[in-house]
Protein backbone atom coordinates (compact mmCIF):
# COMPACT_ATOMS: atom_id res chain seq x y z
CA UNK A 1 0.00 0.00 0.00
CA UNK A 2 0.65 3.49 -0.36
CA UNK A 3 2.29 5.78 0.88
CA UNK A 4 5.43 4.21 1.70
CA UNK A 5 8.42 5.72 3.51
CA UNK A 6 6.40 8.82 4.47
CA UNK A 7 3.72 6.68 6.49
CA UNK A 8 3.96 2.97 7.09
CA UNK A 9 1.17 0.98 6.45
CA UNK A 10 -1.11 -2.03 6.83
CA UNK A 11 0.82 -5.15 5.49
CA UNK A 12 -0.93 -7.08 2.05
CA UNK A 13 -2.55 -10.01 4.68
CA UNK A 14 -4.22 -7.25 7.08
CA UNK A 15 -5.46 -4.86 4.38
CA UNK A 16 -7.05 -8.08 2.67
CA UNK A 17 -8.77 -9.06 5.66
CA UNK A 18 -9.89 -5.78 6.15
CA UNK A 19 -11.13 -5.94 2.86
CA UNK A 20 -12.96 -9.27 3.01
CA UNK A 21 -14.53 -8.01 6.43
CA UNK A 22 -16.23 -5.12 4.53
CA UNK A 23 -14.19 -2.62 6.68
CA UNK A 24 -12.82 -1.29 4.00
CA UNK A 25 -15.20 -0.72 1.49
CA UNK A 26 -13.29 1.70 -1.25
CA UNK A 27 -14.85 4.78 -0.50
CA UNK A 28 -13.14 8.29 -0.32
CA UNK A 29 -14.49 11.57 1.17
CA UNK A 30 -15.10 13.38 -2.17
CA UNK A 31 -16.98 10.59 -3.09
CA UNK A 32 -19.13 10.17 -0.16
CA UNK A 33 -19.94 13.62 -0.09
CA UNK A 34 -21.23 13.25 -4.39
CA UNK A 35 -23.75 10.65 -3.20
CA UNK A 36 -24.96 12.36 -0.57
CA UNK A 37 -26.00 15.19 -2.64
CA UNK A 38 -26.84 12.94 -5.51
CA UNK A 39 -29.36 10.73 -2.77
CA UNK A 40 -30.82 14.16 -0.74
CA UNK A 41 -29.57 16.93 -2.42
CA UNK A 42 -32.23 19.20 -0.75
CA UNK A 43 -31.84 18.23 2.62
CA UNK A 44 -29.82 20.44 5.25
CA UNK A 45 -26.53 19.38 5.36
CA UNK A 46 -25.02 22.00 7.36
CA UNK A 47 -25.80 25.22 9.25
CA UNK A 48 -23.71 27.69 10.51
CA UNK A 49 -25.32 30.06 12.91
CA UNK A 50 -23.29 33.02 13.52
CA UNK A 51 -22.58 35.95 12.63
CA UNK A 52 -25.76 35.35 10.61
CA UNK A 53 -27.49 32.38 10.43
CA UNK A 54 -26.29 30.29 7.27
CA UNK A 55 -27.16 26.73 5.86
CA UNK A 56 -25.74 24.22 3.02
CA UNK A 57 -27.94 21.96 1.34
CA UNK A 58 -25.86 18.30 0.20
CA UNK A 59 -26.03 19.97 -3.24
CA UNK A 60 -24.80 23.14 -1.97
CA UNK A 61 -21.93 21.90 -0.08
CA UNK A 62 -21.05 19.31 -2.35
CA UNK A 63 -20.76 21.92 -5.49
CA UNK A 64 -19.13 24.49 -3.03
CA UNK A 65 -16.55 22.16 -2.57
CA UNK A 66 -16.13 21.08 -6.08
CA UNK A 67 -15.67 24.70 -6.96
CA UNK A 68 -13.20 25.45 -4.42
CA UNK A 69 -11.49 22.60 -5.72
CA UNK A 70 -11.24 23.91 -8.64
CA UNK A 71 -9.95 27.24 -7.17
CA UNK A 72 -7.16 25.33 -5.71
CA UNK A 73 -5.83 23.43 -8.12
CA UNK A 74 -5.91 26.39 -10.50
CA UNK A 75 -3.68 27.91 -7.71
CA UNK A 76 -1.22 24.71 -7.91
CA UNK A 77 -2.12 23.02 -5.08
CA UNK A 78 -2.04 18.73 -6.24
CA UNK A 79 -2.64 15.56 -5.28
CA UNK A 80 -0.40 14.55 -1.93
CA UNK A 81 0.29 18.58 -1.19
CA UNK A 82 -0.11 19.40 2.08
CA UNK A 83 -1.89 22.26 3.41
CA UNK A 84 -2.20 23.37 6.99
CA UNK A 85 -6.51 24.24 7.70
CA UNK A 86 -6.62 26.56 11.11
CA UNK A 87 -10.28 27.34 10.73
CA UNK A 88 -13.25 27.59 13.96
CA UNK A 89 -16.51 26.29 13.37
CA UNK A 90 -17.15 27.68 10.65
CA UNK A 91 -19.06 26.39 7.40
CA UNK A 92 -15.90 27.69 5.24
CA UNK A 93 -14.16 24.35 7.38
CA UNK A 94 -15.97 21.89 5.72
CA UNK A 95 -15.91 23.28 1.99
CA UNK A 96 -12.03 23.63 2.49
CA UNK A 97 -11.81 20.14 3.79
CA UNK A 98 -14.10 18.84 1.39
CA UNK A 99 -12.01 20.73 -1.40
CA UNK A 100 -8.88 19.36 -0.57
CA UNK A 101 -10.31 15.86 -0.18
CA UNK A 102 -11.29 15.83 -3.53
CA UNK A 103 -8.38 17.23 -5.29
CA UNK A 104 -6.53 14.72 -3.32
CA UNK A 105 -4.20 17.26 -1.43
CA UNK A 106 -4.11 16.34 2.67
CA UNK A 107 -5.63 18.60 5.10
CA UNK A 108 -2.72 18.79 8.49
CA UNK A 109 -5.48 19.73 11.37
CA UNK A 110 -4.05 22.44 13.29
CA UNK A 111 -6.52 24.10 16.41
CA UNK A 112 -7.51 27.66 16.63
CA UNK A 113 -5.54 28.06 20.08
CA UNK A 114 -2.31 27.20 18.35
CA UNK A 115 0.35 29.80 17.67
CA UNK A 116 3.60 30.46 15.77
CA UNK A 117 5.68 27.62 17.27
CA UNK A 118 2.80 24.70 16.24
CA UNK A 119 2.10 26.39 13.22
CA UNK A 120 5.34 27.10 12.08
CA UNK A 121 6.57 23.54 12.86
CA UNK A 122 3.12 21.89 10.99
CA UNK A 123 3.93 24.16 8.08
CA UNK A 124 7.47 23.62 7.88
CA UNK A 125 7.75 19.84 8.83
CA UNK A 126 4.94 18.80 6.58
CA UNK A 127 6.57 21.02 3.59
CA UNK A 128 2.65 22.61 3.47
CA UNK A 129 2.09 24.90 0.43
CA UNK A 130 -0.91 26.76 1.73
CA UNK A 131 -2.07 27.33 5.20
CA UNK A 132 -6.06 28.24 5.72
CA UNK A 133 -6.93 30.51 8.43
CA UNK A 134 -9.99 33.22 9.54
CA UNK A 135 -8.53 36.76 9.53
CA UNK A 136 -9.58 36.96 13.57
CA UNK A 137 -10.89 34.54 15.68
CA UNK A 138 -11.38 35.38 19.82
CA UNK A 139 -9.68 38.64 19.29
CA UNK A 140 -6.28 37.26 17.72
CA UNK A 141 -5.54 37.87 14.54
CA UNK A 142 -4.35 35.55 12.34
CA UNK A 143 -3.28 36.99 9.95
CA UNK A 144 -0.33 38.35 11.68
CA UNK A 145 0.28 35.01 12.90
CA UNK A 146 0.53 33.78 8.96
CA UNK A 147 2.72 36.41 8.25
CA UNK A 148 5.65 35.21 10.79
CA UNK A 149 5.07 31.58 9.35
CA UNK A 150 5.40 32.23 6.24
CA UNK A 151 9.26 33.84 7.15
CA UNK A 152 9.60 30.10 8.11
CA UNK A 153 8.30 28.14 5.90
CA UNK A 154 9.75 27.81 2.24
CA UNK A 155 7.73 25.83 0.81
CA UNK A 156 4.64 28.05 1.98
CA UNK A 157 3.27 29.64 -1.30
CA UNK A 158 -0.14 30.77 -0.13
CA UNK A 159 -2.41 31.67 2.36
CA UNK A 160 -6.42 31.55 2.13
CA UNK A 161 -8.18 33.96 4.70
CA UNK A 162 -11.80 33.29 5.41
CA UNK A 163 -13.09 37.07 5.94
CA UNK A 164 -10.45 40.48 5.67
CA UNK A 165 -7.26 39.00 4.07
CA UNK A 166 -5.12 41.66 4.76
CA UNK A 167 -1.95 40.94 2.90
CA UNK A 168 -2.76 37.62 2.08
CA UNK A 169 -5.14 36.37 -0.28
CA UNK A 170 -9.61 36.03 0.70
CA UNK A 171 -11.16 32.66 0.22
CA UNK A 172 -13.87 34.00 -1.20
CA UNK A 173 -11.36 35.31 -4.22
CA UNK A 174 -10.08 31.84 -4.88
CA UNK A 175 -11.55 30.97 -8.57
CA UNK A 176 -14.67 29.11 -8.33
CA UNK A 177 -15.38 28.09 -11.85
CA UNK A 178 -17.21 24.71 -12.33
CA UNK A 179 -15.07 21.68 -11.23
CA UNK A 180 -14.49 19.63 -14.00
CA UNK A 181 -12.95 16.15 -13.68
CA UNK A 182 -10.08 15.97 -11.17
CA UNK A 183 -7.73 13.68 -10.42
CA UNK A 184 -8.76 12.38 -7.08
CA UNK A 185 -7.14 9.72 -4.52
CA UNK A 186 -7.41 6.53 -4.05
CA UNK A 187 -9.54 4.87 -1.02
CA UNK A 188 -6.08 3.15 0.32
CA UNK A 189 -4.71 6.74 -0.14
CA UNK A 190 -4.05 8.92 2.57
CA UNK A 191 -6.99 11.46 3.27
CA UNK A 192 -5.85 14.02 5.71
CA UNK A 193 -2.68 14.45 8.66
CA UNK A 194 -3.95 14.98 11.93
CA UNK A 195 -1.85 15.87 15.47
CA UNK A 196 -1.24 13.45 17.92
CA UNK A 197 -1.02 14.41 21.78
CA UNK A 198 2.79 13.63 22.04
CA UNK A 199 5.22 13.31 25.24
CA UNK A 200 8.69 14.58 23.52
CA UNK A 201 7.47 18.06 21.68
CA UNK A 202 5.92 19.46 19.17
CA UNK A 203 3.11 16.98 17.76
CA UNK A 204 3.35 14.57 15.52
CA UNK A 205 1.81 13.48 12.29
CA UNK A 206 -1.17 11.14 12.17
CA UNK A 207 -1.68 9.45 8.60
CA UNK A 208 -5.27 8.66 8.03
CA UNK A 209 -6.38 6.86 4.92
CA UNK A 210 -9.87 7.22 2.99
CA UNK A 211 -10.68 3.39 3.76
CA UNK A 212 -9.43 3.50 7.44
CA UNK A 213 -11.59 6.56 8.24
CA UNK A 214 -14.57 5.85 6.86
CA UNK A 215 -14.98 3.03 8.41
CA UNK A 216 -14.27 3.95 11.67
CA UNK A 217 -17.28 6.23 10.31
CA UNK A 218 -19.29 4.28 9.52
CA UNK A 219 -18.58 1.69 13.19
CA UNK A 220 -19.60 4.57 15.44
CA UNK A 221 -22.68 5.66 13.04
CA UNK A 222 -24.16 2.43 14.05
CA UNK A 223 -23.04 2.27 17.82
CA UNK A 224 -24.39 5.59 18.45
CA UNK A 225 -27.60 5.70 16.43
CA UNK A 226 -26.58 7.99 13.67
CA UNK A 227 -29.39 8.47 10.75
CA UNK A 228 -30.85 10.95 8.38
CA UNK A 229 -32.74 12.50 11.54
CA UNK A 230 -29.61 13.64 13.28
CA UNK A 231 -28.70 16.89 14.05
CA UNK A 232 -25.02 16.86 15.45
CA UNK A 233 -23.89 20.12 18.03
CA UNK A 234 -20.11 20.47 16.86
CA UNK A 235 -19.49 22.13 20.36
CA UNK A 236 -15.80 21.24 20.24
CA UNK A 237 -13.17 22.43 17.74
CA UNK A 238 -14.40 20.80 14.38
CA UNK A 239 -10.27 19.69 13.82
CA UNK A 240 -10.21 16.81 17.06
CA UNK A 241 -10.70 13.44 16.17
CA UNK A 242 -13.27 13.22 18.55
CA UNK A 243 -15.63 15.86 16.98
CA UNK A 244 -14.87 14.53 13.82
CA UNK A 245 -15.15 11.53 13.80
CA UNK A 246 -16.92 9.79 17.16
CA UNK A 247 -19.73 9.97 15.80
CA UNK A 248 -18.97 13.65 14.83
CA UNK A 249 -19.48 16.21 12.11
CA UNK A 250 -18.22 13.65 9.42
CA UNK A 251 -19.71 10.68 10.96
CA UNK A 252 -23.12 12.91 10.92
CA UNK A 253 -22.58 13.47 7.56
CA UNK A 254 -22.08 10.33 6.07
CA UNK A 255 -25.50 9.39 7.59
CA UNK A 256 -27.08 12.31 6.04
CA UNK A 257 -27.63 13.89 9.23
CA UNK A 258 -27.81 17.96 9.70
CA UNK A 259 -24.27 19.13 11.87
CA UNK A 260 -24.73 22.47 13.31
CA UNK A 261 -21.81 24.40 13.93
CA UNK A 262 -21.20 25.97 17.39
CA UNK A 263 -19.02 28.92 17.98
CA UNK A 264 -18.16 28.90 21.74
CA UNK A 265 -18.62 25.74 24.30
CA UNK A 266 -20.24 27.53 26.96
CA UNK A 267 -23.81 26.40 28.24
CA UNK A 268 -25.08 30.24 27.25
CA UNK A 269 -24.32 29.64 23.61
CA UNK A 270 -24.88 26.08 22.96
CA UNK A 271 -28.03 25.63 24.90
CA UNK A 272 -29.46 28.16 23.20
CA UNK A 273 -28.42 26.13 19.96
CA UNK A 274 -29.75 23.04 21.01
CA UNK A 275 -32.91 25.09 21.70
CA UNK A 276 -33.65 26.79 18.56
CA UNK A 277 -31.81 24.13 16.02
CA UNK A 278 -33.28 20.93 17.74
CA UNK A 279 -29.96 19.33 18.47
CA UNK A 280 -29.88 15.92 18.91
CA UNK A 281 -26.46 15.21 19.91
CA UNK A 282 -23.32 16.28 20.74
CA UNK A 283 -19.49 15.34 22.09
CA UNK A 284 -18.18 16.84 24.87
CA UNK A 285 -15.09 16.91 27.28
CA UNK A 286 -15.07 16.00 30.86
CA UNK A 287 -14.77 19.83 32.35
CA UNK A 288 -17.50 20.90 29.44
CA UNK A 289 -19.41 18.10 30.74
CA UNK A 290 -19.59 19.09 34.47
CA UNK A 291 -20.21 22.91 33.10
CA UNK A 292 -23.29 21.72 31.09
CA UNK A 293 -24.84 19.70 33.81
CA UNK A 294 -24.25 22.56 36.61
CA UNK A 295 -25.90 24.79 33.88
CA UNK A 296 -28.41 22.86 33.02
CA UNK A 297 -30.25 22.92 36.60
CA UNK A 298 -31.17 26.30 35.66
CA UNK A 299 -33.84 25.35 33.36
CA UNK A 300 -33.37 28.59 30.80
CA UNK A 301 -33.52 26.45 27.63
CA UNK A 302 -35.78 23.65 26.14
CA UNK A 303 -33.16 20.96 25.64
CA UNK A 304 -35.79 18.57 24.83
CA UNK A 305 -34.10 17.48 21.32
CA UNK A 306 -31.04 16.24 23.01
CA UNK A 307 -31.00 12.60 22.51
CA UNK A 308 -27.18 11.99 23.88
CA UNK A 309 -24.35 13.47 24.67
CA UNK A 310 -21.00 11.29 24.55
CA UNK A 311 -18.47 12.32 26.99
CA UNK A 312 -14.88 11.42 25.87
CA UNK A 313 -11.24 13.41 25.26
CA UNK A 314 -9.96 12.25 29.20
CA UNK A 315 -11.19 10.03 32.17
CA UNK A 316 -14.73 11.21 33.42
CA UNK A 317 -15.16 10.51 36.52
CA UNK A 318 -18.03 8.24 37.87
CA UNK A 319 -19.60 10.58 40.17
CA UNK A 320 -20.00 13.78 37.56
CA UNK A 321 -20.95 10.63 35.22
CA UNK A 322 -23.85 9.73 37.45
CA UNK A 323 -25.17 13.37 37.20
CA UNK A 324 -25.31 14.11 33.45
CA UNK A 325 -28.36 11.94 32.79
CA UNK A 326 -30.83 13.58 35.37
CA UNK A 327 -29.24 17.36 34.38
CA UNK A 328 -29.67 17.53 30.95
CA UNK A 329 -32.27 14.89 30.37
CA UNK A 330 -30.88 12.48 27.69
CA UNK A 331 -28.44 9.61 27.29
CA UNK A 332 -24.66 9.37 28.24
CA UNK A 333 -22.30 7.34 25.79
CA UNK A 334 -18.57 7.22 27.31
CA UNK A 335 -15.81 7.54 24.91
CA UNK A 336 -12.33 6.19 25.17
CA UNK A 337 -9.86 6.66 22.33
CA UNK A 338 -7.06 8.23 20.35
CA UNK A 339 -6.74 10.06 16.76
CA UNK A 340 -4.08 7.37 16.30
CA UNK A 341 -6.85 4.92 15.69
CA UNK A 342 -8.53 2.75 18.24
CA UNK A 343 -11.66 4.10 19.91
CA UNK A 344 -14.22 2.47 22.19
CA UNK A 345 -17.29 3.24 23.11
CA UNK A 346 -20.32 2.12 26.18
CA UNK A 347 -23.37 0.76 24.38
CA UNK A 348 -27.05 2.45 24.36
CA UNK A 349 -28.13 -1.12 25.94
CA UNK A 350 -25.16 -0.92 28.27
CA UNK A 351 -27.00 -1.06 32.20
CA UNK A 352 -26.28 2.41 33.64
CA UNK A 353 -23.61 1.03 35.95
CA UNK A 354 -21.45 -0.13 33.23
CA UNK A 355 -21.91 3.44 31.44
CA UNK A 356 -20.84 5.70 34.61
CA UNK A 357 -17.95 3.13 35.33
CA UNK A 358 -16.45 2.22 32.22
CA UNK A 359 -15.00 3.74 28.75
CA UNK A 360 -16.23 1.06 26.32
CA UNK A 361 -15.84 -1.48 24.18
CA UNK A 362 -14.08 -1.26 21.16
CA UNK A 363 -16.31 0.02 17.48
CA UNK A 364 -14.52 -3.42 15.51
CA UNK A 365 -14.20 -6.99 16.03
CA UNK A 366 -11.34 -6.85 14.22
CA UNK A 367 -9.66 -4.24 17.36
CA UNK A 368 -6.82 -6.21 18.30
CA UNK A 369 -6.30 -4.82 22.10
CA UNK A 370 -3.65 -6.56 24.89
CA UNK A 371 -3.15 -5.06 27.79
CA UNK A 372 0.23 -6.11 29.19
CA UNK A 373 3.17 -5.45 31.83
CA UNK A 374 6.08 -3.11 31.68
CA UNK A 375 7.81 -6.51 30.01
CA UNK A 376 5.22 -6.57 27.06
CA UNK A 377 3.71 -9.90 28.89
CA UNK A 378 -0.15 -10.24 29.44
CA UNK A 379 -1.58 -9.48 32.50
CA UNK A 380 -4.26 -11.46 34.13
CA UNK A 381 -7.39 -10.67 32.95
CA UNK A 382 -8.91 -7.77 35.23
CA UNK A 383 -5.27 -6.44 36.58
CA UNK A 384 -4.34 -3.08 34.97
CA UNK A 385 -1.22 -2.81 32.46
CA UNK A 386 -0.18 -0.87 29.34
CA UNK A 387 -3.12 -0.87 26.44
CA UNK A 388 -1.50 -1.87 23.14
CA UNK A 389 -3.48 -1.89 19.93
CA UNK A 390 -3.90 -2.69 16.37
CA UNK A 391 -6.56 -3.05 13.80
CA UNK A 392 -8.50 -1.67 10.82
CA UNK A 393 -8.63 2.02 11.14
CA UNK A 394 -5.38 1.75 14.11
CA UNK A 395 -2.23 3.55 12.43
CA UNK A 396 1.15 1.37 11.80
CA UNK A 397 3.21 4.59 12.12
CA UNK A 398 3.43 7.95 12.17
CA UNK A 399 3.88 10.02 9.26
CA UNK A 400 8.13 10.67 8.25
CA UNK A 401 9.07 9.71 12.04
CA UNK A 402 10.88 5.89 11.49
CA UNK A 403 12.87 6.40 15.14
CA UNK A 404 9.82 7.12 16.76
CA UNK A 405 8.10 4.13 15.35
CA UNK A 406 10.56 1.66 16.39
CA UNK A 407 9.87 2.89 20.41
CA UNK A 408 5.69 4.07 19.25
CA UNK A 409 4.64 0.27 18.07
CA UNK A 410 5.49 -3.01 18.31
CA UNK A 411 7.05 -5.23 15.66
CA UNK A 412 3.87 -6.99 15.11
CA UNK A 413 2.53 -3.42 14.61
CA UNK A 414 0.26 -3.02 17.95
CA UNK A 415 0.41 0.69 18.63
CA UNK A 416 1.78 1.42 22.21
CA UNK A 417 -0.81 4.16 24.00
CA UNK A 418 0.43 5.34 26.24
CA UNK A 419 -2.70 4.46 28.39
CA UNK A 420 -3.25 1.89 31.48
CA UNK A 421 -6.09 0.62 32.02
CA UNK A 422 -7.87 -3.07 32.81
CA UNK A 423 -10.97 -5.23 30.96
CA UNK A 424 -13.91 -5.88 32.56
CA UNK A 425 -15.49 -9.83 32.29
CA UNK A 426 -17.82 -7.98 29.69
CA UNK A 427 -14.82 -6.63 27.80
CA UNK A 428 -15.37 -3.00 28.49
CA UNK A 429 -12.29 -0.85 29.17
CA UNK A 430 -11.57 1.00 32.45
CA UNK A 431 -8.69 3.57 32.00
CA UNK A 432 -6.62 4.33 35.08
CA UNK A 433 -4.58 7.06 33.67
CA UNK A 434 -1.39 7.87 31.43
CA UNK A 435 2.07 5.80 31.48
CA UNK A 436 3.43 8.19 29.56
CA UNK A 437 4.30 12.04 31.00
CA UNK A 438 1.74 13.38 28.43
CA UNK A 439 -0.46 15.92 30.19
CA UNK A 440 -4.40 15.61 29.47
CA UNK A 441 -5.37 18.96 30.47
CA UNK A 442 -9.40 18.90 30.11
CA UNK A 443 -8.93 16.86 26.41
CA UNK A 444 -6.07 19.35 25.21
CA UNK A 445 -2.31 17.21 25.28
CA UNK A 446 0.83 18.82 27.00
CA UNK A 447 3.89 17.43 26.22
CA UNK A 448 5.95 18.36 29.10
CA UNK A 449 9.18 18.32 27.30
CA UNK A 450 8.26 21.03 24.50
CA UNK A 451 6.80 23.20 27.36
CA UNK A 452 10.01 22.68 29.95
CA UNK A 453 12.56 23.47 27.01
CA UNK A 454 11.12 26.90 26.63
CA UNK A 455 11.50 27.56 30.35
CA UNK A 456 14.87 26.80 30.85
CA UNK A 457 15.86 29.19 28.16
CA UNK A 458 14.77 31.85 30.71
CA UNK A 459 18.32 33.16 31.99
CA UNK A 460 17.07 32.84 35.94
CA UNK A 461 16.39 28.74 35.61
CA UNK A 462 18.54 25.78 36.10
CA UNK A 463 16.17 23.00 35.57
CA UNK A 464 12.42 22.65 35.19
CA UNK A 465 10.05 19.61 35.42
CA UNK A 466 6.20 20.23 34.23
CA UNK A 467 4.18 17.77 35.77
CA UNK A 468 0.01 17.45 35.73
CA UNK A 469 -2.12 17.76 39.35
CA UNK A 470 -5.18 16.94 39.52
CA UNK A 471 -8.01 19.33 38.86
CA UNK A 472 -12.38 18.98 39.93
CA UNK A 473 -12.90 20.70 36.60
CA UNK A 474 -10.10 19.90 33.91
CA UNK A 475 -9.03 16.71 34.98
CA UNK A 476 -5.53 17.68 35.38
CA UNK A 477 -3.74 20.99 35.05
CA UNK A 478 -0.20 21.63 34.69
CA UNK A 479 2.42 22.38 37.44
CA UNK A 480 6.10 23.67 36.14
CA UNK A 481 8.58 23.11 39.05
CA UNK A 482 11.19 25.43 38.71
CA UNK A 483 15.03 25.47 40.35
CA UNK A 484 16.82 29.14 39.82
CA UNK A 485 20.15 29.62 38.97
CA UNK A 486 21.59 30.82 42.38
CA UNK A 487 23.52 34.24 40.78
CA UNK A 488 20.41 35.61 39.41
CA UNK A 489 17.08 37.49 39.59
CA UNK A 490 14.57 35.28 40.77
CA UNK A 491 11.59 36.08 38.80
CA UNK A 492 7.70 35.51 39.65
CA UNK A 493 5.27 33.14 39.25
CA UNK A 494 3.71 35.15 36.54
CA UNK A 495 6.74 36.31 34.97
CA UNK A 496 7.81 32.58 34.49
CA UNK A 497 4.13 32.18 32.80
CA UNK A 498 4.83 34.84 30.43
CA UNK A 499 7.92 34.18 29.20
CA UNK A 500 5.88 30.42 28.27
CA UNK A 501 3.47 33.04 26.74
CA UNK A 502 5.72 35.12 24.61
CA UNK A 503 7.24 31.90 22.56
CA UNK A 504 4.02 31.55 21.07
CA UNK A 505 2.12 28.83 21.84
CA UNK A 506 -0.61 27.86 22.55
CA UNK A 507 -2.51 29.11 25.66
CA UNK A 508 -3.69 26.05 27.05
CA UNK A 509 0.23 25.01 26.99
CA UNK A 510 0.99 28.19 29.14
CA UNK A 511 1.90 26.29 33.26
CA UNK A 512 -1.43 26.55 35.23
CA UNK A 513 0.84 26.76 38.42
CA UNK A 514 4.57 27.48 38.87
CA UNK A 515 6.27 26.37 42.57
CA UNK A 516 9.95 27.83 43.08
CA UNK A 517 11.77 25.02 44.67
CA UNK A 518 15.48 23.96 45.84
CA UNK A 519 15.76 20.01 44.31
CA UNK A 520 13.64 17.81 42.44
CA UNK A 521 13.00 14.33 43.70
CA UNK A 522 14.95 11.38 41.78
CA UNK A 523 14.14 7.82 41.60
CA UNK A 524 16.68 5.13 42.76
CA UNK A 525 18.27 4.98 39.49
CA UNK A 526 18.70 8.51 40.31
CA UNK A 527 16.17 10.08 37.44
CA UNK A 528 14.07 13.06 38.59
CA UNK A 529 10.93 11.71 40.12
CA UNK A 530 7.85 12.71 38.10
CA UNK A 531 5.96 10.66 40.34
CA UNK A 532 7.47 12.22 43.87
CA UNK A 533 6.90 16.10 42.16
CA UNK A 534 3.39 15.10 41.50
CA UNK A 535 2.82 13.51 45.38
CA UNK A 536 4.63 16.59 46.78
CA UNK A 537 2.00 18.81 44.60
CA UNK A 538 -0.37 20.65 46.86
CA UNK A 539 0.34 23.53 47.82
CA UNK A 540 -0.23 27.71 47.39
CA UNK A 541 0.73 29.04 43.90
CA UNK A 542 3.79 31.40 44.48
CA UNK A 543 4.26 34.39 43.83
Known amino acids: MTPGVDAPTWPDEFAERYRRAGHWRGETFGGMLRERAVAHPDRIALVDPEPERRTWTYRELDEAAGRLAAGFAARGIGRG ?286 DEVRIVDDSDRDVAEGEFGHLLTRGPYTIRGYWRAPEHNKSAFTEDGFYRTGDIVRRTPSGHLVVEGRAKDQINRGGEKVAPEEIENIILAHPSVHDVSLVAVPDEYLGERTLAHVILRADAEPPTAAQIKAFVRERGVAAYKIPDLVRFVDAFPHTGVGKVSKKGLRSVAAFPEQP
Open 81 to 366: DRVVVQLPNVGEFAEVVFALFRIGALPVFALPAHRETEITHFCSFSEAVAYVIPDVHAGFDHRDLATRVRRHSPALREVFVAGEPGPHTALSEVPRDPAGPLPGPQPHELAFLQLSGGTTGVSKLIPRTHDDYLYSLRGSNEICGVDADTRFLVVLPAAHNFPMSSPGWLGTLYAGGTVVLCPKPDPTTAFALIERERATMTGLVPPLALLWTDSAARGERDLSSLELVLVGGAKYSEQAARRLEPALGCKLMQVFGMAEGLVNYTRLDDDPETVVTTQGLPISPD
